[in-house]
């Protein structure tokens, strides 16, 4: 009988999956468990699901997918047989006709053990209930004489499963997660696993999914957290990597006393961080060659312009000026200094021909009519369409480049620049759009490919934001200062705040609901608009889902407030769809 270990070298795989490429999956598993045997793993430890990617969603009710990860993790387990690291990995689970998120250990060329994940988040971005069964309580695994806990990402949110380890034995819990990036999350995770921490006197591997998918970025950022509450080790964020930890044995049970310590980003460095990531992922996943985007001169077209040279690098990144009557020679210098400044490739295509095209074939339809916001939008919808056929004539994907305050608002066009497959800068209000530009110049993540120093000229970053719709237009002359509007619109859309908790922050009461109202009527157009990297707490898309036809509006500071409820009807009135 093998004596029980004394000191347990583990690797933790920080590794990008993709759903629903289980054979690539494997492969990548397999890549990192050999960097694991270099490293002197006794063991390799895998994400969430990392065999099917996450989050899977009613991919993962095909029987022909679960059949599909089911064999993978044969393949995997048959591997061990070598006498190399063990395994712990994520995948569905199929028991007594039921689905379950499960994580496996693979040792001796079998599938030694499995545990199915008990708290099955249904909130936010996570409909888990949806698609997956819950599993028992769980026990340790033994894994050469040391008793894992495995408590899959919801599992240690709660008290319950962790408490139901430490009271059935277990030495050490390494914790597989799928937990996307927000603004702050990192901080929650600490809090958490040290409660868990505390709550059990036992150590905590927190593994992170690395990638993004779909809206979501998972930003890694693994870390280890001792039986004293000492962060022991850190895992980078946004890089992938497999990292060696040390366990060892004494009189007081075990700890980490080997680990990688990798420096924290601020908040601002991984909202940028994150959205090259999503863009990156998005692109590359889906395979297309490349993107392009409307270069306008303006701040929102510079920064995504920045994010996909960072994420592609610039051979990738095709951006095109369309210029009109209205576009200043000031914008069509911003442009071309912002393209040189990447390197990417710039083109000026005029949009006189479309856009006086299609006035005259509605001339007839439009006669005894005033000029206004439907000519405008021609505009609008000419860029878009020339965007998507270059697109659909070369194959890069159209990055579109509205911002959170404007997709708050409305104050975007259908079918024109809302046009594109992806908006990397979809969850970040305006401000922090301009808070981002400033830092681009100044630093660049890790593994960006785009060059070194400034790269958004400074007269784009001060410049008044326009439109360019109609002469001497400004954004101001329609919506509030932009820093007074994305605090209305963070008060609404993040917090639900009541109208008169928001008037009582310094803003006027017919202003904020001018706003709400402009927020719900734009929900139509949300619902029709390219998905976008959510760096925030709230995004427009999984978390925020609210009904097009709502005619409820907050009442204000007219309305009684009762003790027992929140409650308001609507005023009476029609509500139309605007521009």
């Given at each position: 009988?093998?004596?029980?270990?004394?000191?347990?070298?583990?690797?933790?795989?920080?590794?990008?999956?993709?759903?629903?490429?289980?054979?690539?999956?494997?492969?990548?598993?397999?890549?990192?468990?050999?960097?694991a045997?270099?490293?002197?793993?006794?063991?390799?430890?895998?994400?969430?699901?990392?065999?099917?990617?996450?989050?899977?969603?009613?991919?993962?009710?095909k029987?022909?997918?679960?059949?599909?990860?089911?064999?993978?993790?044969?393949?995997?387990?048959?591997?061990?047989?070598?006498g190399?690291?063990?395994?712990l990995?994520?995948?569905?689970?199929?028991?007594?006709?039921?689905?379950?998120?499960?994580?496996?250990?693979?040792?001796?060329?079998?599938?030694?053990?499995?545990r199915?994940?008990?708290?099955?988040?249904?909130?936010?971005?996570?409909?888990?209930?949806?698609?997956?069964?819950?599993?028992?309580?769980?026990?340790?695994?033994?894994?050469?004489?040391?008793?894992?806990?495995?408590?899959?990402?919801?599992?240690?949110?709660?008290?319950?499963?962790?408490?139901?380890?430490?009271?059935?034995?277990?030495?050490?819990?390494?914790?597989?997660?799928?937990?996307?990036?927000w603004?702050?999350?990192?901080?929650?995770r600490?809090?958490?696993?040290?409660?868990?921490?505390?709550e059990?006197?036992?150590?905590?591997v927190?593994?992170?999914q690395?990638?993004?998918?779909?809206?979501?970025?998972?930003?890694?950022?693994?870390f280890?957290?001792?039986?004293?509450?000492?962060?022991?080790?850190?895992?980078?964020?946004?890089?992938e990597?497999?990292?060696?930890?040390?366990?060892e044995?004494?009189?007081?049970?075990?700890?980490?006393?080997?680990?990688?310590?990798?420096?924290?980003?601020?908040?601002?460095?991984?909202?940028?961080a994150?959205?090259?990531?999503?863009?990156?992922?998005?692109?590359?996943?889906?395979?297309?060659?490349?993107v392009?985007?409307?270069?306008?001169?303006?701040?929102?077209?510079?920064?995504?312009?920045?994010?996909?040279?960072?994420?592609?690098?610039?051979?990738?990144?095709?951006?095109?000026?369309?210029?009109?009557?209205?576009?200043?020679?000031?914008?069509?210098?911003?442009?071309?200094?912002?393209?040189?400044?990447?390197?990417?490739?710039?083109?000026?295509?005029?949009?006189?021909?479309?856009?006086?095209?299609?006035?005259?074939?509605?001339?007839?339809?439009?006669?005894?009519?005033?000029?206004g916001?439907?000519?405008?939008?021609?505009?609008?919808?000419a860029?878009?369409?020339?965007?998507?056929?270059?697109?659909?004539?070369?194959?890069?994907?159209?990055?579109?480049?509205?911002?959170?305050?404007?997709?708050?608002?409305?104050?975007?066009?259908?079918?024109?620049?809302m046009?594109?497959g992806?908006?990397?800068?979809?969850?970040?209000?305006?401000?922090?759009?301009?808070?981002?530009?400033?830092?681009?110049?100044?630093?660049?993540p890790?593994?960006?490919?785009?060059?070194?120093?400034?790269?958004?000229?400074?007269?784009?970053?001060?410049?008044?934001?326009?439109?360019?719709?109609?002469?001497?237009?400004?954004?101001?002359?329609?919506?509030?200062?932009?820093?007074?509007?994305?605090?209305?619109l963070?008060?609404?859309?993040?917090?639900?705040?009541?109208?008169?908790?928001?008037?009582?922050?310094?803003?006027?009461?017919?202003?904020?609901?001018?706003?709400?109202?402009?927020?719900?009527?734009?929900?139509?157009?949300?619902?029709?608009?390219?998905?976008?990297?959510?760096?925030?707490?709230?995004?427009?898309?999984?978390d925020?889902?609210?009904?097009?036809?709502?005619?409820?509006?907050?009442?204000g500071?007219?309305?009684?407030?009762?003790?027992?409820?929140?409650a308001?009807?609507?005023?009476?009135?029609?509500?139309?769809?605007?521009?």
């Amino acid at each position: 009988m093998t004596a029980p270990l004394d000191r347990l070298v583990l690797a933790l795989a920080q590794v990008n999956s993709t759903v629903g490429a289980v054979e690539d999956n494997l492969s990548r598993a397999r890549t990192a468990r050999k960097r694991a045997a270099e490293l002197g793993a006794d063991l390799v430890m895998f994400s969430e699901l990392f065999l099917a990617g996450y989050p899977p969603e009613d991919l993962v009710l095909k029987p022909a997918f679960q059949d599909a990860c089911g064999g993978a993790l044969e393949d995997l387990a048959r591997d061990t047989a070598d006498g190399g690291p063990a395994v712990l990995i994520g995948l569905p689970w199929m028991q007594d006709g039921f689905c379950h998120n499960a994580y496996a250990l693979l040792e001796g060329g079998r599938i030694a053990a499995v545990r199915r994940k008990v708290d099955l988040p249904n909130y936010g971005v996570f409909d888990e209930k949806r698609v997956f069964h819950p599993g028992p309580m769980p026990g340790p695994v033994d894994f050469r004489g040391v008793r894992l806990g495995l408590p899959i990402c919801e599992d240690i949110w709660q008290a319950d499963v962790v408490e139901t380890l430490a009271e059935t034995g277990a030495d050490i819990l390494l914790s597989p997660n799928g937990s996307p990036y927000w603004r702050g999350k990192d901080d929650e995770r600490l809090a958490v696993a040290t409660a868990r921490v505390v709550e059990s006197g036992l150590p905590l591997v927190y593994l992170n999914q690395i990638g993004g998918q779909d809206e979501l970025a998972f930003d890694g950022a693994s870390f280890i957290v001792n039986p004293d509450c000492a962060v022991a080790g850190r895992l980078p964020a946004f890089e992938e990597c497999v990292a060696r930890a040390v366990f060892e044995r004494g009189d007081s049970g075990w700890r980490c006393v080997e680990a990688p310590d990798a420096a924290q980003l601020g908040d601002d460095e991984a909202d940028y961080a994150a959205c090259v990531l999503g863009l990156r992922d998005y692109v590359r996943k889906n395979g297309f060659p490349g993107v392009a985007l409307g270069m306008s001169g303006g701040v929102d077209s510079a920064l995504c312009a920045a994010l996909a040279v960072d994420a592609l690098g610039a051979d990738k990144v095709h951006a095109i000026m369309l210029p009109y009557r209205f576009t200043s020679g000031e914008s069509l210098r911003d442009a071309e200094d912002c393209a040189r400044a990447l390197g990417l490739r710039y083109d000026v295509t005029p949009i006189a021909a479309a856009v006086e095209g299609v006035e005259q074939a509605l001339s007839g339809l439009f006669a005894g009519t005033q000029r206004g916001v439907t000519e405008e939008n021609i505009q609008a919808r000419a860029r878009g369409l020339i965007l998507m056929s270059v697109s659909n004539k070369f194959g890069p994907m159209l990055v579109t480049t509205g911002n959170k305050s404007e997709m708050s608002v409305g104050y975007a066009t259908l079918y024109g620049d809302m046009n594109g497959g992806f908006n990397p800068i979809k969850d970040l209000y305006k401000t922090e759009v301009f808070r981002l530009c400033r830092l681009r110049n100044r630093w660049k993540p890790f593994g960006a490919r785009g060059p070194d120093g400034v790269v958004i000229p400074e007269n784009i970053i001060t410049k008044p934001p326009t439109a360019e719709l109609r002469e001497n237009q400004k954004d101001q002359d329609s919506l509030p200062p932009y820093d007074a509007l994305d605090d209305m619109l963070e008060c609404l859309v993040e917090k639900d705040m009541r109208v008169a908790e928001i008037v009582a922050r310094g803003h006027d009461v017919e202003t904020v609901k001018k706003i709400e109202r402009l927020l719900y009527l734009a929900e139509y157009k949300r619902r029709q608009s390219a998905p976008g990297v959510k760096v925030t707490k709230k995004n427009f898309g999984r978390d925020r889902r609210y009904p097009i036809v709502n005619r409820f509006r907050d009442p204000g500071l007219s309305a009684r407030q009762p003790d027992f409820a929140v409650a308001a009807e609507s005023p009476a009135g029609s509500a139309r769809f605007e521009e």
